[in-house]
């Protein structure tokens, strides 16, 4: 009986190199591949993900494996996809989320056509995820580790994605991912974990708007609610809603932005509690199996590390039950399920919010 | 040392004294680039360079030019041949150097040296011409005074050889600025410890390979026609990179139209057959083959492109386990074009 196939997607990092062992493991034939997304010199000197330092540290976990490897060149298409993406969400004032476009477009469309081409059964990553097959379905759940869990960016997975991925280190804890990296004497058991946007050089997300996102490096006004100017920003790219922040304004009480028009070039600060929103709009809603009825109770994470809240799913409008603090258009949202709060029902891109102070005035 | 010296300048048509070691290929084409222009600078400021040199030369010409040196690349023909007087257009008064490789790395076409050489002296007879013969040595009849040149590049490994050792040819009396300066080995031009052992093997292998270059051509050559009657046969709109006279026997680059070269590459890597696509980036990911954009071929094209290099130990049986794979590989890879 032939040995099924998988392809992993290696990083250099700890968590995709586990991956790939635990395959091996167990019995996959397994090919690792990095993705090359970035364009002429690396980004990221030193340890940072996505630079020729990672996929040598790649290339000599897959030695170490005895796998294949190979390095994809997938610059062009990302840079015409999830980098431009970023520079006009920014642009229109919004705060994207690359990862998860990569992972929409690039690791789990465009990775997974050609790990199929390859005749791979099985595109495999190092996310903190688990995928399975329950009650008719593939679920997509939460990582076994909170504080790693990584289910958030992958929200867009349908039963297509899912029924050829695999997340082999999802359901352990970080702590034990490291402890069999070490094991097997992986030279990145003790690679430090890579927090930064992998195309911002040395991760200086400053120096990035300026050189890259010059549109959104123009300084403007710092407006309050009333509409009166109260500061000068240093460009809408270098700001997201509800920072505190780096916004040089003195009004004798803490303020926070609330928005940002990108027509006007304008920010606009208030206070803690104009901060809270009783509704999200989103765009892009996909569901990883089929779209619950209108009013259905969930639990939705609307930021990267953040907790996820009950609301009710409406089509594409959600309603907490109680007002959330600082949801940003162009961020993601999860919904959780309400009976497993492990399990994904799907998911979309915040277009904007309904402020509390709104819905109240009707 | 000495004897490997004279078995290479016997294989290339040099005086020994005119054979100077290097690293490689590589240092041999930046010693002469840089070497020629900075010992050159005072009589002019120019290089030129044709459009798909291997990068040893275009990144050494963009260093010079860095330093002040204005480069000029001179455009290829679409079959992949320099025409001599479009090269000598482009001398100036100011030209301090040309180089045009004998035979291209990536689609093996052989350039008639002796014929641009004489074109660019006679456009400007203190131009000094350096040929990248990396190539060359083995795949056909080298004779640097024949042709007429200044400077010429080889590189062990392409003619058998051990890696990690090369030769600049330098006629007498050209001189130029050396790029490793230290103990004075190699009359000054190239100073550091010699590869002794590397040197040797160098020399035992230029011999062989000069003998040689007829018998392995004519071999090589019906084992090409196999293959790409093998791959007419299998993609009748097969596109064949470079005109296929004049070109090195065992060369054989196409585009396959509608295909991923990247996907056909790791495919025919796990049937255990290697051979390329477009050119490796330091990461090992494949970047588009300047040479074919060089010589015209649309970058869609471009990109479902094979080189398959056949050599002293390739076998019929070989192009047949080529041919026998490449079906199902060409169908996966039109899948994700």
């Given at each position: 009986m032939p040995r099924r196939k998988a392809v992993v997607a290696m990083s250099g990092g700890v968590d995709s190199s586990v991956a790939a062992a635990l395959l091996v493991e167990q019995g996959y034939d397994v090919t690792g591949v990095m993705l090359k997304l970035w364009k002429g010199e690396a980004a990221n000197t030193g340890s940072g993900c996505c630079n020729l330092g990672a996929a040598e540290d790649a290339r000599r976990v897959a030695d170490a494996l005895s796998i294949p490897f190979y390095v994809l060149n997938f610059a062009d298409f990302f840079e015409a996809t999830v980098r431009?993406?970023?520079?006009?969400?920014?642009?229109?004032?919004?705060?994207?989320?690359?990862?998860?476009?990569?992972?929409?477009?690039?690791?789990?469309?465009?990775?997974l056509d050609k790990a199929a081409a390859l005749g791979a059964d099985l595109l495999a990553t190092g996310h903190y995820a688990r995928v399975d097959y329950h009650g008719g379905r593939y679920r997509l759940r939460r990582g076994v580790d909170p504080s790693?869990?990584?289910?958030?960016?992958?929200w867009m997975l349908g039963q297509r994605q899912l029924a050829r991925c695999?997340?082999?280190?999802?359901?352990?804890?970080?702590?034990?991912?490291?402890?069999?990296?070490?094991?097997?004497?992986?030279?990145?058991?003790?690679?430090?974990?890579?927090?930064?946007?992998?195309?911002?050089?040395?991760?200086?997300?400053?120096?990035?708007?300026?050189?890259?996102?010059?549109?959104?490096?123009?300084?403007?006004?710092?407006?309050?609610?009333?509409?009166?100017?109260?500061?000068?920003?240093?460009?809408?790219?270098?700001?997201?809603i509800g920072q505190r922040k780096g916004l040089g304004v003195a009004l004798g009480r803490p303020v926070f932005v609330t928005s940002i028009d990108a027509r006007a070039n304008a920010l606009t600060v208030g206070g803690r509690d104009d901060l809270l929103v009783s509704e999200l709009r989103l765009d892009e809603v996909g569901f990883v199996h089929d779209a619950p009825p209108d009013g259905t109770r969930v639990l939705v994470q609307y930021r990267a590390h953040g907790d996820?809240?009950?609301?009710?799913?409406?089509?594409?409008?959600?309603?907490?039950?109680?007002?959330?603090?600082?949801?940003a258009p162009g961020q993601s949202a999860a919904l959780y399920s309400a009976d497993d709060p492990a399990e994904v029902l799907g998911g979309g891109v915040i277009a904007s919010s309904v402020s509390l102070a709104a819905s109240r005035s009707g | 040392v000495e004897d490997a010296r004279d078995r290479v300048a016997a294989a290339v048509g040099a005086s020994p004294a005119e054979i100077v070691f290097t690293g490689g290929g590589t240092e041999a084409d930046n010693l002469a680039i840089k070497g020629a222009a900075r010992k050159r600078r005072g009589d002019g400021d120019h290089v030129v360079v044709t459009a798909f040199e291997h990068h040893a030369v275009l990144d050494a010409a963009a260093a010079l030019a860095r330093e002040g040196f204005e480069v000029t690349r001179v455009a290829v023909e679409p079959d992949g041949s320099v025409d001599p007087q479009r090269v000598a257009d482009a001398v100036r008064h100011s030209t301090v150097l040309v180089s045009v490789m004998t035979v291209n790395n990536e689609i093996g076409t052989v350039q008639h040296v002796g014929a641009i050489?004489?074109?660019?002296?006679?456009?400007?007879?203190?131009?000094?011409?350096?040929?990248?013969a990396v190539q060359a040595l083995g795949n056909v009849p080298v004779d640097l005074h024949a042709w007429g040149v200044d400077l010429a590049a080889f590189a062990a490994h392409k003619a058998g050889g051990p890696k990690g050792v090369g030769a600049l040819f330098v006629r007498s009396p050209v001189a130029l600025e050396p790029v490793l300066h230290g103990g004075g080995q190699e009359r000054g031009l190239r100073s550091g410890t010699l590869n002794v052992a590397g040197i040797a093997g160098f020399g035992v292998?230029?011999?062989?390979?000069?003998?040689?270059?007829?018998?392995?051509?004519?071999?090589?050559?019906?084992?090409?026609?196999?293959?790409?009657?093998?791959?007419?046969?299998?993609?009748?709109?097969?596109?064949?990179?470079?005109?296929?006279?004049?070109?090195?026997?065992?060369?054989?680059?196409?585009?396959?139209?509608?295909?991923d070269g990247e996907t056909m590459l790791l495919l025919l890597d796990g049937a255990g057959i290697a051979c390329s696509s477009g050119s490796a980036c330091a990461s090992g990911a494949l970047d588009p083959s300047h040479v074919l954009l060089a010589i015209g071929v649309p970058k869609r094209l471009a990109k479902g492109s094979l080189r398959f290099s056949l050599g002293r130990t390739s076998t019929a049986e070989d192009v047949d386990a080529v041919l026998a794979a490449l079906p199902g590989v060409v169908e996966r890879a039109r899948k994700v074009a």
């Open positions: 431009r993406d970023f520079h006009e969400q920014y642009l229109a004032g919004r705060t994207p989320n690359p990862c998860v476009r990569c992972n929409h477009w690039v690791k789990f469309d465009a990775l790693k869990d990584q289910s958030y960016v992958l695999a997340f082999p280190v999802g359901s352990q804890e970080k702590s034990a991912t490291r402890a069999l990296a070490a094991e097997l004497g992986l030279r990145t058991a003790r690679k430090p974990d890579s927090q930064e946007i992998c195309f911002v050089r040395d991760g200086d997300f400053d120096a990035y708007v300026g050189e890259s996102m010059p549109a959104a490096a123009a300084p403007g006004p710092i407006l309050d609610l009333d509409g009166a100017v109260v500061g000068t920003h240093r460009g809408i790219g270098r700001y997201t996820a809240f009950p609301a009710i799913v409406d089509g594409s409008t959600i309603r907490f039950d109680e007002p959330v603090e600082a949801a | 050489a004489e074109a660019v002296k006679a456009a400007n007879p203190r131009t000094l011409v350096h040929t990248d292998a230029a011999e062989i390979a000069a003998k040689e270059v007829y018998e392995k051509s004519d071999r090589l050559l019906a084992l090409r026609d196999r293959l790409l009657d093998g791959i007419r046969g299998i993609v009748p709109d097969v596109v064949v990179n470079g005109r296929l006279e004049h070109r090195v026997a065992g060369n054989l680059n196409v585009c396959i139209p509608g295909t």
